[in-house]
Structure formats: C-alpha cells, structure tokens
C-alpha cells in the first residue's frame, strides 16, 4: 500500500473517532432535570449520630442549609468531607446551617470516619435510617 492511501486511511479513521467522540458529549444535555428541582425540602426528622434527640434536617430558621449525604466506604466522601467541615467551621457563624447525613453505615465506621475526617461544631451529623432521607432527596 502507497503511504498516501495509508495516510488518507488514518485521517479518515481519526474524522469518524472525533465525530463519534463529539456525539458523545452532546448526550449530557439530553439528561432530564430532576423533578425535585424548586420543590421544597422533604420534611424529615433524623436521629444524631453521636447524642442524643433528632433534628430536622430543614427547620426553616437558616436562610442557606447545606445537606451533605456521605458513607464510611465512599470514597468522594472521603475527599469532600473536610472540605465540608471547614466550611462549616468558617460559614456557620455566619448563619448557614449544616447537616451530615450518613447513609447505610454501621455506627462505629461513621463514627471512625468523623475521627479520621472531621467534625464541626456547626455541623449536625443524623443517621439515615432506613435510607428515607435519601429517597425523599432523590439520591
């Protein structure tokens, strides 16, 4: 084979990759908003990690609540939950209220997790039990 026609194959090759590869990144504009958007917050109460009594995970008396959802064995978790915690620490009392959400946890790893990760005093953890607030937030 001629490098000519070698050539003119790999640059036709590389056009219909690019094509394919750029009909790609048109799909994320075809995943549907989620219906949850400008609804109000789900009226859920969840039981402390660590005390306690429970909390609502929107009381209404914060103009801004941040709701995390975090696990143990998740690694993002992981990643974000100090950064979390540090904005708790430097928000909060401003008046933004947070609020971690451990799902699908035992009670000693979420609490192992907080040990090695972080707390904040201007930050509430609850238990989700039997995962009703990541339903009703979608997740």
Same mark, same amino acid.
């Given at each position: 084979m001629k490098a *000519?026609? !070698?050539t003119w194959i790999a =640059?036709?090759?590389?056009?219909?990759?690019?094509g394919v590869f750029a009909g790609r990144l048109g799909l994320i504009e075809t995943v549907p908003e989620s219906p949850l958007i400008g609804s109000p917050a789900p009226d859920l109460e969840l039981p402390f990690l660590e005390a306690e009594g429970s909390v609502a995970l929107y009381d209404g008396a914060a103009d801004v609540?941040? !709701? $995390? +959802?975090?696990? $143990?064995?998740?690694? &993002?978790?992981?990643?974000?939950h100090p950064d979390l915690v540090r904005a708790a620490d430097s928000l909060g009392p401003e008046g933004v209220?947070?609020?971690?959400? /451990?799902?699908q @946890? &035992?009670?000693?790893?979420? =609490? *192992? +997790?907080? /040990?090695?990760?972080?707390?904040?005093? +201007?930050? @509430?953890v609850v238990v989700d039990e039997g995962n009703r607030a990541s339903i009703e937030f979608g997740i």
């Open positions: *000519s026609t !070698i =640059i036709g090759a590389i056009v219909v990759l690019a609540t941040v !709701i $995390s +959802f975090w696990a $143990s064995w998740c690694e &993002p978790c992981k990643a974000e209220r947070f609020v971690a959400v /451990d799902s @946890d &035992p009670e000693g790893a979420a =609490i *192992s +997790f907080l /040990d090695e990760y972080g707390r904040s005093q +201007f930050q @509430d």
